[in-house]
T-cell receptor, first 116, second 115 residues
Framework: AQKITQTQPGMFVQEKEAVTLDCTYD???????LFWYKQPSSGEMIFLIY??????QNATEGRYSLNFQKARKSANLVISASQLGDSAMYFC?????????????FGTGTRLTIIP | DAGVIQSPRHEVTEMGQEVTLRCKPI?????LFWYRQTMMRGLELLIY????????DSGMPEDRFSAKMPNASFSTLKIQPSEPRDSAVYFC?????????????FGPGTRLTVT
């Protein structure tokens, strides 16, 4: 079974609109972390936001927020007021925190295109 | 502060040749990771180190791949002999295990082409 599922291979969004990128995860570990990374066409992986499984509030970083629904095992990324520079691949990832385990499992990604 | 540094950025080699990829993690980070990204398999973790010690190498494809971390500021990933199916982008990442989210910071990657 896939541990991280991103069901949207591609999305087109009008500039200045908000966009939600879906991510569902599968784990039996009560302690885990969820991450979103951005990969522009230049290729580098850029860390965007983190949510811990015990965090009571949804994480926010500037225009990025993470809609964490623990019971549904979903961790959707919300980008407000999208910009042309947001066009990129977006990857959701999970770290299951067994002691000493720092492995990240990545989803297949969503390619976001912002339309002017 | 400098981010994760990888060299070379691009490598083109012939099948059968030895390839060495290099990585300098962010100063002070105690974890180092090697990933491989391909269209077919996505982003895969190959191996990671903690305080220069390999912790999990279960993602290393086969014996042709080896990785070392002789000190806290340098790591290598070696492929010998290389094969066309090794063509991919190889990322190095580092993180700090002291509070917070322990997010991994990625280098720019090395694009490897084996002909």
């Amino acid at each position: 079974a896939q541990k991280i599922t991103q069901t949207q291979p591609g999305m087109f969004v009008q500039e200045k609109e908000a966009v939600t990128l879906d991510c569902t995860y599968d784990t039996s570990d009560p302690s885990y972390g969820l991450f979103w990374y951005k990969q522009p066409s230049s290729g580098e992986m850029i860390f965007l936001i983190y949510q811990g499984s015990y965090d009571q509030q949804n994480a926010t970083e500037g225009r990025y927020s993470l809609n964490f629904q623990k019971a549904r095992k979903s961790a959707n990324l919300v980008i407000s007021a999208s910009q042309l520079g947001d066009s990129a691949m977006y990857f959701c990832a999970m770290r299951e925190r067994d002691f000493g385990n720092e492995k990240l499992t990545f989803g297949t990604g969503t390619r976001l295109t912002i339309i002017p | 502060d400098a981010g994760v540094i990888q060299s070379p950025r691009h490598e083109v080699t012939e099948m059968g040749q030895e390839v060495t990829l290099r990585c300098k993690p962010i100063s002070g980070h105690d974890y180092l990771f090697w990933y491989r990204q391909t269209m077919m398999r996505g982003l895969e973790l190959l191996i990671y180190f903690n305080n220069n010690v390999p912790i999990d190498d279960s993602g290393m494809p086969e014996d042709r791949f080896s990785a070392k971390m002789p000190n806290a500021s340098f790591s290598t990933l070696k492929i010998q002999p290389s094969e066309p199916r090794d063509s991919a982008v190889y990322f190095c990442a580092s993180s700090l295990s002291a509070g917070g989210s322990y997010e991994q910071y990625f280098g720019p990657g090395t694009r490897l082409t084996v002909t």
